[in-house]
């Protein structure tokens, strides 16, 4: 099983559309989690951090399933500058752990 | 607001040469990553900087490639002998917390390079 694992899509909705993504980890003791947004060519960059209660910002909501382990990321009332590749972000298991990337899931949203 | 930067941001040398990529972090950030991404691959760890030391570092960084902070400023990530599967984009990036749903890392715009 990969260490970090994502759908890697791509996803194409229209604008205006809820569209969700999951993704996996394989290490239970996984400590940190985030969601990462990558533009084509373009360096990452922070989208939100994922709390064990779930959190929200805006049209982004992140939850954590430690039973399952898995996070997931909701876009509502998507824009066409969501449009990018969405990396699943897992460090663990201890703050010293090195971080790891998944490889992504493409979003797409057309007018 | 404050940025990562990162030069150059292409490099072409050919294969056995030394290569040295580097990084400005954010001023008064404390950490200091090195990744690499091939092309159409997923963002990979090398290696953390604390301290005027490595903290971390994956099976990728091996002997062939060094870090260091020569000044208060930069950061430099040297690839002693490049092989043509070093051909990557390479990212720095700076955060001022480490660990923790309260860490944020950030990126440079990356460097670029191609072996031949």
């Known amino acids: 099983r990969k260490e970090v694992e994502q759908d890697p899509g791509p996803f194409n909705v229209p604008e205006g559309a809820t569209v969700a993504f999951n993704c996996t980890y394989s290490?239970?003791?996984?400590?940190?989690f985030f969601w990462y947004r990558q533009d084509c060519r373009k360096e990452p960059k922070l989208l939100m951090s994922?709390?064990?209660s779930g959190n929200e910002d805006g049209r982004f909501t992140a939850q954590l399933n430690r039973a399952s382990q898995y996070i997931s990321l909701l876009i509502r009332d998507s824009k066409l500058s969501d449009s990018a590749t969405y990396l699943c972000v897992v460090r663990g298991p201890s703050s010293a752990s090195k971080i790891i990337f998944g490889s992504g899931t493409r979003l797409s949203i057309r007018p | 607001e404050p940025e990562v930067t990162q030069t150059p941001s292409h490099q072409v040398t050919q294969m056995g040469q030394e290569v040295i990529l580097r990084c400005v972090p954010i001023s008064n950030h404390l950490y200091f990553y090195w990744y690499r991404q091939i092309l159409g691959q997923k963002v990979e760890f090398l290696v953390s900087f604390y301290n005027n030391e490595i903290s971390e570092k994956s099976e990728i960084f091996d002997d062939q490639f060094s870090v260091e902070r020569p000044d208060g400023s930069n950061f430099t990530l040297k690839i002693r002998s490049t092989k043509l599967e070093d051909s990557a984009m390479y990212f720095c990036a700076s955060s001022d917390i480490f660990g923790g749903a309260g860490e944020t890392q950030y990126f440079g715009p990356g460097t670029r390079l191609l072996v031949l």
């Open positions: 290490n239970s003791a996984s400590q940190s």
């Open positions: 994922v709390y064990s």
